[in-house]
């Protein structure tokens, strides 16, 4: 008797839906859309969190522009979909 394990386990890879997010600051939410590619057999995990990339005058800054995230997505057997929230702070003028 022969028995062939076919690798049927394939999680996939989690995505940026657009990796390039630009978000007006008269909008109160920016909504930060992470797909699952490449398979989605199980539960998946991943954490984030909202960091600043650098100290330039046109960094939106946590606590000032934005309220700072930070969580955990999961998703679920066959779940390709999910998104990020972050708060967007009014400026005062």
Known sequence: ???TILDDDKPGQ????????RHAATHSD???NIKRI???DGEVTVKYKTIEIDQGERTARGGIDFEKAEGILTFGHNETQK??????????L
Do not use: G
């Open 38 to 40: 490449h398979d989605a």
């Open 14 to 21: 989690l995505a940026f839906a657009n990796p390039n997010v």
């Open 83 to 92: 998104e990020i929230v972050v708060k967007i702070l009014d400026k005062e």
């Open 1 to 3: 008797m022969r028995v």
């Open 30 to 32: 920016c909504v930060i």
